[in-house]
């Protein structure tokens, strides 16, 4: 086929230091687009993700809070919702005794907290 039978999934870009700043197409939550911020403009740790479901709106739906574990691994993304009681989870993520990623938890937000994605990894 042609170069017209291709069809542009997902893009991503990177400041001058190679840090995630922006990704649009299909992301985490369903959404069209996220921004990524960072602890401060040395660190490789984001702290804050707004999350978009449309690409043209300007005011994110969700500003996640991204939080992290003793040993510094995400371990969450929660938003503040008032209305469900304060800060609750979007993604939770679980590791192995030896650090290896070994589950994640999307939830919808929408009505409360429901389970929508659970992933389980398994390493051999």
């Avoid at 086929?1 to 400041?15: A, M, Q, T, V």
């Avoid at 030896?98 to 429901?114: N, T, V």
Wanted: hydrophobic share 30%; proline share 4%; glycine share 8%.
């Amino acid at each position: 086929g042609s170069s017209g039978d291709f069809k542009l999934i997902n893009e991503y870009f990177f400041d001058e230091k190679d840090r995630l700043i922006e990704a649009i197409g299909p992301v985490p939550g369903g959404g069209e687009k996220s921004l990524f911020f960072y602890e401060n403009p040395d660190s490789e740790k984001v702290i804050e993700e707004h999350f978009f479901w449309d690409r043209p709106t300007i005011q994110p739906y969700y500003i996640y809070k991204v939080n992290y574990d003793d040993l510094n691994r995400l371990s969450s993304k929660t938003v503040q919702k008032e209305s469900l009681g304060g800060e609750i989870a979007g993604f939770e993520y679980f590791y192995t005794s030896d650090g290896m990623l070994s589950e994640e938890k999307e939830y919808d937000l929408h009505l409360g907290q429901q389970l929508v994605r659970r992933t389980v990894y398994d390493y051999y």
